[in-house]
């Protein structure tokens, strides 16, 4: 049998978690997550990943994901302690790894 898969997502339900462990995720923290999980390993701008989850019409700026991304990681971090899943690439954007490598 596969082992389980690192994270789960069930958008219809706007539920995800990691290790099979629950995540208590807003609703932009849930849809930073389930965009990150897209495309693992690639690195998403902060203007494409607030077009993605805010909408390319919202008032917030890129500071606003960076907050966003900032809580996720401490509630992924808070689920699955010694990893970082999300990392950030200065001046690039973020990447979320499946492999829990730093």
């Known amino acids: 049998t596969e082992p389980p ?3 789960t997502v069930d958008a219809a339900a706007q539920r995800a978690s990691l290790r099979q ?9 849930f849809g930073l997550l389930a ?4 495309r693992p390993g690639h690195i998403r701008s ?3 990943l607030l077009n993605a989850v805010w909408g390319p019409h ?7 994901v960076h907050t966003t991304i900032k809580t996720l ?3 992924l971090q808070q689920a699955d ?22």
Do not use: C, N, V, W
Not at 21 to 29: G, I, K, Y
Not at 35 to 38: A, D, K, S
Not at 58 to 64: D, L, M, P, V
């Open 58 to 64: 919202s008032h917030s700026t890129a500071r606003t």
């Open 81 to 102: 302690p010694g990893r970082e899943h999300i990392s950030t690439h200065r001046g690039m954007g973020y990447a979320i790894t499946l492999d829990g490598a730093t």
């Open 35 to 38: 965009e990150l999980l897209r």
């Open 5 to 7: 898969s690192l994270f």
């Open 73 to 75: 990681s401490a509630k």
């Open 46 to 48: 902060r203007e494409a």
């Open 21 to 29: 462990q629950p995540l208590d995720l807003t609703r932009r923290e």
